[in-house]
């Protein structure tokens, strides 16, 4: 009788990236594929240049009015000065509001379900795309800044309101892209996105202050815009780039960043509900 010697093999279990490298991985998957098709980001500026340059220009006769605050002695760049700071938030709407798109691609690719069989973390996948967006629209705002420094805009909050500002609109670009990644997820379809994006983010705009003080609004228009996060954000961009924030100023912010943590959880919850349902 034969003694059969069986030799233990010792399992080593694979070492498992942190979640920074994860999130790190992602974020530099998504940036390749942004210089591929820089086409788009770049394309999104022409919309800014339009509103500032020419929509600016046409009433920049309203900056006469005391409610836009003329910056100057003649009052001739008071509107000019009150309009950046909404195309400023506006543009990163309109960008947040498309982020969802590249999951959709993924999804009818294939790549989501590589990502989704990979020993990577649910939040790690949603963060790394975020981040994409997110430098995206920094420096789509940093141009319009430009561009609105160009068409005659000063900004007496200097390099702080700026950074202000700047801070601001990555907050709200955050809960914008957010939920498009969720309604991407949920309906998996780009046209319903697309439809669904165009009619939040035109009401958004117009039932704000972007374009025209809450005084000069019909009174139930002044009632919604005061609860609205893209006149949170209009109004601390605004007093960022003026140096006269408004009095709500904190509790606009902290309803913002609110907003934004509960955008970024349901995007991670709608991801792993898309895996349950693969």
Do not use: K
Not at 95 to 124: C, E, F, H, K
Not at 169 to 196: D, E, G, H, K, Y
């Amino acid at each position: 009788m034969s003694t059969l010697t069986v030799a233990r093999a010792t399992v080593h279990t694979p070492a498992r990236a942190g979640w920074f490298t994860q999130a790190g991985q992602v974020l530099r998957r998504w940036l390749i594929v942004s210089l591929r098709q820089a086409w788009g980001p770049i394309m999104s500026l022409i919309q800014p240049v339009i509103w500032i340059v020419l929509f600016g220009n046409v009433f920049r006769s309203l900056g006469l009015l005391p409610q836009f605050g003329p910056s100057t002695g003649s009052g001739t760049n008071g509107y000019i000065d009150y309009l950046v700071p909404g195309i400023l938030m506006m543009t990163v709407l309109y960008s947040g509001a498309w982020a969802g798109t590249g999951y959709i691609d993924d999804i009818n690719s294939g790549v989501m379900d590589q990502y989704l069989t990979s020993p990577i973390r649910r939040t790690a996948i949603i963060t790394g795309q975020l981040g994409q967006q997110l430098i995206i629209n920094l420096a789509q705002s940093l141009v319009v800044l430009g561009i609105g420094w160009l068409a005659g805009a000063r900004y007496p909050g200097g390099v702080g309101g700026m950074l202000a500002a700047l801070g601001v609109a990555t907050v709200l670009a955050t809960i914008f892209c957010c939920c498009s990644t969720a309604v991407a997820l949920i309906s998996r379809n780009q046209i319903a996105l697309i439809s669904l994006s165009q009619l939040i983010v035109l009401p958004a705009t117009f039932l704000s202050t972007t374009m025209m003080p809450a005084s000069l609004m019909p009174a139930w228009v002044q009632n919604v815009s005061r609860w609205n996060p893209m006149t949170w954000a209009v109004e601390v961009g605004r007093g960022g780039l003026t140096g006269t924030y408004p009095d709500a100023v904190w509790w606009q912010v902290g309803g913002l960043a609110l907003l934004a943590a509960l955008a970024f959880v349901w995007a991670v919850r709608s991801l792993r509900s898309y895996q349950r349902s693969v």
